[in-house]
């Protein structure tokens, strides 16, 4: 008579696994934590206080100290530094034909410089306290908006150098500002009073068109693609607000554990083709972490962590080079990884020449590899790629199982090495309430290889609360076998002891536990209030555009 089986089966896996604590590496945390090589720039000291990007050739410019760099986007190296400051420098702003560059400062002066000559062409006067916001219009090349510590907001006319419009409506410090990329008459500010306003320059009221009221002081704020969104960043949260609603509140962030000192928009290329663009929303903090935002399904998609508290970030308008800036004067910039013509990783077609790279010999049947050609060829970019079904390795207990052949899948686990492979055929028994049965039916050796079995892993934390139950009903079930065999007799002492032992074990702990718990409390209090002292010593003295102490 034929044995019965099955149709289809899967492999027995016990459910007592216990999680992974490392997070699960998604395709777009793959995406911006390895197809970036990062660079560190180090030994410039102090704060990098902003990061911008030139609009044309995609180099960027930072500000430190008095002084300001252009770092070259090709090899991430200095090419020309800015020192015509008497002050801290702040907020970088290219003009959107990369041709000019303007800074704020300490002294209160807004600074316009020309790339080539690296000249200041224009001094703008007007602000009484330092100057934390400069921002170009989008297409406007003769304007541009200023915001300092005075709570002013300031328009200007570059070329006569004179103060065009005058906003008053922030109570505190304005620190943050842009442009809105649908209309050169449209910018926000963002200020320490926990407001952000829209100004249109159209308005001869100077009054502000739409009020938000983020709820913590101000420290970024942006357009996303297309103007009819804004992002605020303070304290520990990033927030999503829609424009054309007057300023309704879409969404709220709060992964970061710190305040959120700058945020910016980078994009993902998903098939090679720029109408695929994606865009997604990065903040950085205090808390040294960088979070991937994506806005439109509201979302984190990546989080990676620095050594330093970050101040500042920036992304180029092709998402070919992601740079972070520190309080420690330490920039990471990281330049995305290229591919060749043929999807495979390398270096570009454009570094050889032509003579450089060596003709291929043609296969013919006379060679051995002609009948291996193509086994390890990689699939090229936008290639359909099929895989064949992988074969199912079936053990022996689930070849027993599949034919219900409950005992002897019992018994092959118990001789087997694998503790996981025994709970989880257990476990299996158990839902097809058969486990009982199949000990009710060992005989004395087979009886005695599970007491020993049980003897062994019945103490592990990961097993013990299945296998302790478990060896409460073979010691009931078979107590008339136990008692008449010396040998099985050995091994239920052996369980017994390796139980007391652990309850000592645990007693121990607790004992210990009750005596550490009171001094971590505490350590804890004493060692919070160094750490807020120690925050605000060093935020004092580093003249960091965050300090809301100073």
Request: net charge positive.
């Amino acid at each position: 008579m034929a044995e019965v089986q099955i149709g289809k089966t899967y492999p027995v896996k016990s459910r007592l696994k216990p999680k992974s604590k490392k997070p699960t590496s998604t395709t777009e945390s793959k995406y911006w934590k390895k197809s970036y090589k990062t660079t560190q720039i180090p030994n410039l000291i102090y704060p990098i206080t902003s990061i911008d990007f030139s609009p044309l050739t995609n180099d960027f410019i930072t500000t430190y100290s008095a002084s300001a760099t252009l770092y070259s986007s090709q090899t991430l190296e200095p090419t020309s530094k800015f020192t015509s400051f008497n002050d801290v420098a702040y907020s970088a702003s290219y003009r959107h034909d990369g041709k000019l560059v303007a800074f704020g400062g300490e002294s209160g002066d807004v600074q316009v410089f020309d790339l080539k000559t690296r000249s200041a062409l224009r001094r703008l006067k007007g602000h009484y306290r330092s100057v934390r916001c400069v921002k170009y219009p989008k297409f406007d090349n003769l304007h541009l908006f200023s915001g300092g510590d005075d709570t002013f907001v300031k328009y200007w006319d570059v070329a006569s150098e004179t103060e065009l419009l005058s906003f008053q409506g922030h109570k505190d410090y304005v620190r943050s500002g842009a442009s809105s990329p649908v209309s050169s008459d449209l910018f926000v500010t963002g200020s320490y009073d926990h407001t952000v306003k829209l100004w249109d320059t159209r308005v001869s009221s100077m009054n502000s068109t739409m009020n938000i009221n983020h709820g913590k002081p101000v420290e970024d704020v942006i357009f996303l693609p297309f103007g009819s969104l804004l992002a605020t960043a303070g304290g520990n949260s990033v927030k999503i607000w829609d424009v054309t609603s007057g300023g309704k509140l879409i969404y709220a962030m709060e992964s970061h554990n710190k305040t959120v000192t700058s945020i910016c928009v980078g994009k993902i290329l998903k098939d090679g083709s720029p109408e695929s663009d994606e865009s997604r929303l990065l903040s950085v903090g205090l808390d040294g972490y960088m979070k991937v935002f994506d806005y439109s399904a509201l979302k984190i998609t990546h989080s990676m962590r620095y050594p330093a508290p970050l101040l500042s970030v920036g992304v180029s308008s092709d998402s070919s080079v992601r740079v972070i800036g520190t309080s420690n004067g330490v920039i990471y910039a990281g330049k995305k990884k290229k591919k060749d013509v043929d999807g495979v990783s390398g270096k570009e077609l454009g570094e050889y020449s032509i003579s450089s790279v060596p003709e291929k010999r043609a296969l013919r049947p006379t060679n051995f590899r002609y009948f291996e050609r193509s086994q390890s060829e990689k699939p090229s970019r936008g290639d359909y790629l099929i895989k064949r079904q992988a074969k199912v390795k079936v053990t022996e207990h689930d070849k027993l199982l599949r034919k219900f052949r409950h005992k002897e899948a019992l018994v092959t686990v118990l001789n087997g090495k694998s503790p996981h492979d025994m709970v989880a055929v257990m476990e299996e028994l158990v839902a097809r309430k058969k486990l009982l049965k199949c000990v009710s039916n060992l005989d004395e050796d087979e009886l005695g290889l599970l007491l020993n079995v049980l003897h062994k892993y019945c103490t592990v934390p990961r097993y013990a609360g299945f296998l302790i139950g478990l060896t409460k009903r073979v010691a009931q079930m078979r107590a008339e076998d136990i008692k008449s065999s010396y040998t099985l007799k050995g091994y239920v002492r052996n369980i017994k002891r390796s139980l007391m032992e652990e309850i000592s074990i645990q007693n121990s702990l607790q004992e210990i536990q009750g005596i550490i718990s009171p001094l971590l409390r505490s350590a804890e209090k004493a060692f919070g209030s160094i750490m807020v002292a120690r925050w605000k010593w060093s935020c004092l003295c580093c003249s960091c555009q965050l300090c809301i102490l100073s």
